[in-house]
């Protein structure tokens, strides 16, 4: 019983708050899953677009450098995962939109698109880090 005191009083659930913070959403909300389940992925050569590798080149050179200069200072650095893959995101979304207004959009944005822009960016970021 003592540990049971010691526990804050979020851990303190009943049996049916326990079971009702389990239970699936209702049908009414459409989850990422469920919205990208019928369609089909892309073969990998086409989603090494032209788009994700000139993104991917500007955002390396970019966090390269800021590689380079935290690691110089300071001897570590961040995790840039999340930084890469809302910096590919926001340029490539911006590209299409800019492209879709003036009719020249071909393909659109997809996800495999923004995690080859992140695997480049953060593999570049590793090798700066090294010094390889």
Avoid: Y
């Amino acid at each position: 019983m003592a540990s049971r005191n010691n526990r804050s009083k979020d851990m303190d659930l009943t049996d049916e708050e326990h079971a009702a913070a389990f239970e699936p959403p209702p049908d009414d909300i459409i989850s990422v899953e469920k919205t990208f389940e019928a369609k089909q992925v892309a073969p990998w050569h086409k989603q090494l677009t032209a788009r994700a590798v000139i993104v991917s080149f500007v955002l390396a050179v970019l966090f390269t450098f800021i590689v380079m200069k935290l690691n110089l200072t300071t001897g570590i650095i961040p995790s840039l995962n999340v930084s890469a893959g809302l910096l590919g995101f926001f340029f490539v979304k911006t590209w299409t939109k800019l492209l879709a207004k003036s009719g020249l959009l071909k393909h659109p944005f997809t996800r495999q698109e923004n995690t080859v822009i992140q695997t480049c960016v953060v593999a570049a970021g590793g090798i700066a880090f090294s010094g390889s």
